[in-house]
T-cell receptor, first 119, second 113 residues
Framework: AQTVTQSQPEMSVQEAETVTLSCTYD???????LFWYKQPPSRQMILVIR??????QNATENRFSVNFQKAAKSFSLKISDSQLGDAAMYFC????????????????FGQGTILTVHP | ETGVTQSPTHLIKTRGQQVTLRCSSQ?????VSWYQQALGQGPQFIFQ???????GRGNFPPRFSGLQFPNYSSELNVNALELDDSALYLC????????????FGQGTRLTVV
């Protein structure tokens, strides 16, 4: 079974600064997807960024980028030029690509990191 | 807005009762997953439905059951409620079972007293 670990329960950053959220995972699979989701107080889970394991290039979406280290099973999220609206709970998640298994399509989430942005 | 709607948004039930939570998937999506998110924790996978059939299940007892209807809307039923069932229940829909992206609803906050 896959596991996802976020070791930072809380992080804080000053507005306009950069912050990095950490995530490690464990799997025996060679191909999979990794995600970062944002959950604001409205509770709706919003996809921030996605990484396919077979791609060596790190994904980037505007101010959000990842550092994907497959051998180390590490997947960190960097938020540049932090904004007040970035304040939320952030979850790292894993999804298998193996078709037909009982875990197919299932997202495995970490425990989350609460990000506070100070003005 | 993701187009995934859940109802009700909040409810309170008594231990031992039964509850039904509802999810309307994004238009055209035939796959729906349900997750339980305890306070301060990450969501835990309950089960997934694809074209009206259960397609995968997490480590939840049989008193958690579900349905997916021909229009791909879905229900989560929980029997014999326990205090530990208090949580946010999230529904996520996907275009197909193999599609990468899942779109989440805003959840139903269930409190069992």
């Amino acid at each position: 079974a896959q596991t996802v670990t976020q070791s930072q329960p809380e992080m804080s950053v000053q507005e306009a600064e950069t912050v990095t959220l950490s995530c490690t995972y464990d799997t025996s699979e060679s191909d999979y997807y990794l995600f970062w989701y944002k959950q604001p107080p409205s509770r709706q889970m919003i996809l921030v960024i996605r990484q396919e394991a077979y791609k060596q290039q790190n994904a980037t979406e505007n101010r959000f980028s990842v550092n994907f280290q497959k051998a180390a099973k590490s997947f960190s999220l960097k938020i540049s030029d932090s904004q007040l609206g970035d304040a939320a709970m952030y979850f790292c998640a894993y999804r298998s690509t193996l078709a037909g298994g009982t875990s197919y399509g299932k997202l495995t989430f970490g425990q989350g990191t609460i990000l506070t942005v100070h003005p | 807005e993701t187009g995934v709607t859940q109802s009700p948004t909040h409810l309170i039930k008594t231990r031992g009762q039964q509850v039904t939570l509802r999810c309307s998937s994004q238009s055209g999506h035939n796959t729906v997953s349900w997750y339980q998110q305890a306070l301060g924790q990450g969501p835990q996978f309950i089960f997934q439905y694809y074209r009206e059939e259960e397609n995968g299940r997490g480590n939840f007892p049989p008193r958690f059951s579900g349905l997916q209807f021909p229009n791909y809307s879905s229900e989560l039923n929980v029997n014999a409620l326990e205090l530990d069932d208090s949580a946010l229940y999230l529904c996520a829909s996907s275009l197909e079972v193999g599609t990468t992206e899942a779109f989440f609803g805003q959840g139903t906050r269930l409190t069992v007293v």
